[in-house]
């Protein structure tokens, strides 16, 4: 797929912006704090319906209406072409006092936030994407839920009710702490969230054992066949209702075994989650707090059976993090049979020779990449040749005839 146009109107430092789109690769070019990184961002915005950087959508719409305006908005808005169809997607983020509104169109028609998640599918590279491995286990849910999200409108259900019924679920647990309430209470609340959990767990499950294959190859081709990357869920229950793997380094692939199968059906898992949760009523109570479900899961990256977050060198994590980012390009294909628009921020100049061949190589196959860069001659000259540039000088962008051979 690939957007053919992008319209920004007081986004970030974007008073209005209207850009006719190529497919293929897209080479932006721009000194520091131009804008390359909001461009990219709001197409990102347009995909997920979140900003990968912003804490909150506020600071989406530009500083300087904000304050002037009675009514001040930002608004993202493009035009995709796939091989069934194309379509136009719009979000307005409105400030109206205190209150943000955001407005998400599809050809025009009002739609929820998680009507039109994977519409256009994304992925983005970024110099910071180190931390799914070296972060805490928030981020790489965070990770995994927007993929499936992406690819997967039912798990994005799932997860918005799994969320709220969490939420309750806490609330509830503290309130019969101060009561020294009756746990019967939570029956309700439990067969919910082992409901909508289930639901999550199979497809981090099963998710996880395709991006495995898949990171698994392009990390043997990235270190040179010299090193084995296995990804591993870890759900925080046994969902095999087996023993868990012990965690004695190095892990052993013997030790994985249940967990390189398919998961159990879905009505198993929650018969299991639902035994999880009645099991631990008396400590949660105290605790307050919902001690499991996919909200406590992890995900372990594991370099011949070493867990990469405790003991992997910085090069080791780059390259199974690249390894996991590039498996997850394949793993949108596989699923919704198009290439996503990829998103490369600034990531180049971090990557040595053979990365850089290799992510390369994958942006050639997309149906449209987006790369920014503060120096041409971080690309060769050949993919320059292939690609259409374009600068970007302070919220304005211009396409430009290469003057280098
Ligand atoms: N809400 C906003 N309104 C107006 N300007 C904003 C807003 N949010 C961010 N900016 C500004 O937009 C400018 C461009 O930011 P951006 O991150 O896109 O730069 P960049 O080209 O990626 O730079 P770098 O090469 O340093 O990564 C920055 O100066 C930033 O402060
Ligand atoms: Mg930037």
């Not at 987006?370 to 292939?386: K, S």
Request: charged share 25%.
């Amino acid at each position: 797929m690939h957007i053919t146009q992008l319209s920004l109107t007081n986004y970030r430092n974007y008073s209005r912006l209207m850009m006719d789109l190529p497919a293929g690769p897209i080479l932006l070019r721009g000194d520091n704090a131009h804008g390359k990184t909001n461009l990219l961002e709001s197409i990102y915005f347009l995909s997920t319906t979140r900003s990968i950087h912003a804490r909150a959508d506020q600071q989406l719409i530009n500083w300087l209406i904000l304050k002037q305006e009675t009514l001040p908005f930002a608004r993202t808005e493009a035009t995709i072409k796939t091989r069934q169809e194309t379509f136009q997607l719009a979000i307005t983020i409105v400030c109206e006092g205190d209150n943000l509104r955001k407005d998400i169109r599809l050809n025009g028609v009002k739609k929820r936030a998680m009507d039109v998640i994977g519409k256009l599918t994304t992925v983005m590279f970024l110099p910071e994407d180190i931390e799914l491995i070296t972060g805490a286990p928030a981020v790489r849910r965070r990770y995994l839920d927007s993929v499936l999200c992406q690819i997967n409108p039912d798990y994005c259900q799932a997860l918005s009710r799994y969320n709220k019924v969490l939420a309750q679920r806490n609330a509830l647990l503290k309130e019969l702490y101060k009561r020294n309430g009756n746990s019967d209470q939570l029956t309700y609340w439990d067969e919910q969230l082992a409901h909508d959990g289930a639901t999550l767990i199979t497809r981090r499950h099963n998710a996880i054992l395709e991006l495995d294959t898949m990171a698994g190859q392009r990390h043997r081709e990235l270190s040179g066949g010299a090193e084995s990357l296995r990804l591993h869920y870890a759900p925080s229950f046994d969902v095999f209702q087996q023993a868990k793997p012990n965690y004695q380094l190095p892990l052993l692939l013997e030790d994985l075994a249940p967990y390189t199968t398919a998961a159990p059906p879905v009505k198993e898992v929650r018969q299991t989650f639902l035994a999880c949760l009645q099991q631990a009523h008396g400590e949660e109570i105290n605790r307050g707090v919902t001690l499991t479900g996919p909200h406590r899961d992890d995900l372990h990256f594991l370099v011949d059976g070493i867990d990469m977050t405790l003991y992997g060198s910085r090069g080791q994590q780059r390259t199974a993090a690249l390894s996991t980012k590039l498996a997850e390009i394949s793993l949108m294909r596989e699923i919704t049979g198009e290439i996503p628009v990829l998103l490369l921020d600034d990531v180049m100049s971090e990557l040595d020779a053979t990365r850089r061949q290799h992510v390369i190589k994958m942006v050639e196959q997309a149906g449209q990449a987006f790369l920014t860069t503060t120096d041409w001659e971080d690309y060769d000259p050949n993919f320059r040749r292939r690609a259409r540039l374009f600068s970007v000088i302070m919220g304005q962008v211009a396409e430009v005839t290469p003057d280098f051979n």
